[in-house]
């Protein structure tokens, strides 16, 4: 079974930084689309960021020119980098994955990311 084990939210200022973090359980190299999702309180879950095994990237208009995402395959791990938080980036935030083995998406557990206005 896949596991994605996400870490790395908490909680912070408005205009702060998190790096949030993603580390599947196989090789990150079997995962040829990875990325992530948020899901506010009474909201529907949205896409973040995606990035692929070529290192494309895609972002959701909310969040370009202030989150990074990107993949080091010697750590086997996603991350998304957050800068410039808001009060409207809070939320619970899930690591995403499609395996090329399994043909299967994958999600994380979920980490919560409170920004304090």
Not at 26 to 45: H, V
Not at 72 to 89: F, R
Request: charged share 15%; hydrophobic share 35%; glycine share 10%.
């Amino acid at each position: 079974q896949v596991r994605l084990v996400e870490s790395g939210g908490g909680l912070v200022q408005a205009g702060g930084s998190l790096r949030l973090a993603c580390a599947p359980s196989r090789s990150i190299s079997t995962f040829p689309l990875m990325g992530w999702y948020r899901q506010a309180p009474g909201k529907q879950r949205d896409m973040v960021a995606t990035i692929t095994s070529g290192d494309t990237t895609n972002y959701a208009d909310s969040v370009k020119g202030r989150f990074t995402v990107s993949r080091d395959n010697a750590k086997n791990t996603v991350y998304l980098q957050m800068n410039s938080l808001k009060a409207e980036d809070t939320a619970v935030y899930y690591c995403y994955a499609i395996s090329s083995v399994t043909r299967n998406s994958y999600w994380g557990q979920g980490t919560w990311v409170t920004v304090s206005s």
